[in-house]
């Protein structure tokens, strides 16, 4: 069965810090990865998604993602966060023949200004 | 343009109630997603509805939990006779299609509360 690991379950930064979240994702087939935000108070949006070509994604907001397939990873990097960062982070994937999204159990990221 | 919306955004429910929780997906999306996020956990799929169809519950417990997504009107996620281990929050996903890459838009969840 299809699984993610996000290994930080809570991660504390000092604004202007770098920021990396891992995450690993189990499933043998091709697949579309995923990283979502979720500000307090707020519903899920969409910080940047991987289906093909580059495996160095940019998103919004400064985020990139860099996908190794080798490692199953797709670990989420920003070299500065701002306080404004402060939210909750899921990975997810989607094996290309299903239509659901695998999440991880999240991270909760606090930064502190 | 609105988004994905869920109502209520809180519910509060007594053991043994019906729980109705609603979902209208954005302008345009005809696919619809359920999962749950139970406390300290990530979200969990639930189901996939079509207009009038069901496409995969596999993540739907066997008992009291179903879902509609009917010609007219709002998706309906329908919790029969409520535990105390159904509190969760409830997110609805949409999309245009299913076909290829499907990015999913969040609605901004029900949390329910059983009592």
């Known amino acids: 069965a299809q699984s993610v690991s996000q290994h930080n379950h809570h991660v504390i930064l000092s604004e202007a810090a770098s920021l990396e979240l891992g995450c690993n994702y189990s499933y043998g087939g091709t697949v579309n990865l995923f990283w979502y935000v979720q500000y307090p108070g707020q519903h899920l949006q969409l910080l940047l998604k991987?289906?093909?070509?580059?495996?160095l994604v940019k998103g919004i907001k400064g985020f990139e993602a860099e996908f190794i397939k080798s490692k199953f990873s797709f670990n989420l990097r920003k070299p500065s966060v701002q306080w404004s960062d402060t939210a909750e982070y899921f990975c997810?994937?989607?094996?290309?023949?299903?239509?659901?999204?695998?999440f991880g159990t999240g991270t909760r990221l606090q930064v502190f200004p | 343009n609105a988004g994905v919306m869920q109502n209520p955004r809180h519910l509060v429910r007594r053991r043994g109630q019906e729980a109705r929780l609603r979902c209208s997906p954005m302008?345009?999306?005809?696919?619809v997603y359920w999962y749950r996020q139970l406390p300290e956990e990530g979200l969990k799929f639930m189901v996939y509805?079509?207009?009038?169809?069901?496409?995969?519950e596999s993540g739907m417990p066997k008992e009291r939990f179903s879902a509609e997504f009917p010609k007219e009107g709002p998706s309906i996620l329908r919790i029969q006779q409520v535990v105390r281990g159904d509190s969760a929050a409830y997110f609805c996903a949409s999309s245009p299609t299913s076909e290829g890459f499907n990015e999913q838009y969040f609605g901004p969840g029900t949390r329910l509360t059983v009592t």
């Open positions: 509805l079509q207009k009038e169809n069901i496409i995969d």
């Open positions: 991987y289906f093909s070509g580059d495996p």
């Open positions: 997810a994937v989607n094996a290309r023949n299903t239509d659901k999204l695998i």
């Open positions: 302008k345009g999306h005809s696919h």
